[in-house]
């Protein structure tokens, strides 16, 4: 029996896309039911649902199509791949957002992390730096969160369906 195995990557890209898209499709939907600013466990759950269901799908597609076989480092790849892809995406869409569409959900969600007082004194460049920093500081925290996360699901995941082919 021939002995191949299937690239990673076009798993990796497929899955982050659809990942990605789904993360824009669903922040759309919060901004425009004016949820952005809330939290609840319904919230949570579902964002987790949506995380968990893609990425192990991808590791399973990626199964199925290396003829049943998949070792935890390529479940760990594409996992993190997928994770990966689509945080940048909705990084992306995040700032599009806070930026151009809706600068006063900013300035809420600011205002909602105590970086600003209510009394303070506000002039237009203690603004521009304070989006500035919380753009960024937001950025990283959800590409290096979403990155453990994908790493965590596709670890469980990954140990779960692998399966190595016999060395005989």
């Known amino acids: 029996m ?9 798993n990796i890209l497929n899955y982050g896309l659809i990942l990605g898209l789904t993360w824009v499709v669903y922040g759309l939907i919060r901004h425009i039911t004016d949820n952005r600013t ?3 466990w ?19 597609t990626y199964k199925r199509a290396n003829n049943g076989f998949l070792k935890l480092s390529q479940a760990l790849k594409i996992g993190l791949g997928v ?12 700032i599009f957002l806070l ?7 900013m300035y809420e969600l600011i205002k909602s992390s105590n970086q600003l007082s209510e009394n303070e004194s506000i002039n237009e460049d203690t603004i521009m730096s304070r989006e500035s920093n919380f753009l960024f500081t937001t950025s990283l925290a959800s590409i290096i969160f979403y990155s453990i996360l ?9 140990a779960i369906m692998q399966k190595n082919r016999d060395t005989f």
Do not use: C, N, Q, R
């Not at 021939?2 to 076009?10: L, P, Y």
């Not at 964002?47 to 590791?59: P, R």
């Not at 790493?151 to 995941?157: A, F, T, Y």
């Open 99 to 105: 930026k151009i569409i809706s600068p006063e959900t």
């Open 83 to 94: 994770a990966l892809i689509a945080t940048i995406i909705y990084v992306i869409w995040d």
């Open 42 to 60: 319904g919230i949570v759950i579902i964002e987790l649902f949506i995380h968990v269901t893609i990425i192990v799908y991808g590791i399973y």
């Open 2 to 10: 021939e002995e191949t195995t299937i690239s990673t990557k076009k």
């Open 150 to 158: 994908g790493g965590l699901i596709s670890l469980l995941g990954g």
């Open 38 to 40: 809330s939290t609840s």
